[in-house]
């Protein structure tokens, strides 16, 4: 039986890189300071209790919202 290999880059660095990521809606505060680095190659969950900010963090990384405050990186430039 052959095996699936699926080569890592090396050097490639993470695919998502979130910094200090912030959202509030009006006085909630929906995330507080969230780093976060989604590495080149690999599956990654994102997994939490209800009303964890789970949407919201993904929706800030999918430009739905805008963060309040921080950064967000895709393979090599800023966006968000």
Do not use: W
């Not at 998502?16 to 505060?29: M, W």
């Not at 789970?54 to 990186?73: D, M, N, R």
Request: proline share 9%; hydrophobic share 40%; glycine share 14%.
């Amino acid at each position: 039986m052959s095996e699936l290999i699926t080569p890592d880059p090396v050097g490639a660095g993470p695919l998502l890189r979130l910094e200090a990521i912030d959202k509030n809606f009006g006085p909630v505060q929906a995330l507080v300071d969230i780093t976060l680095e989604v590495p080149t190659g690999k599956v990654t969950a994102l997994a939490g209790d209800n009303g964890a900010g789970k949407s919201v963090l993904i929706k800030c990384v999918a430009g739905i919202h805008t963060p309040t405050t921080g950064s967000c990186f895709g393979k090599t430039s800023p966006y968000g």
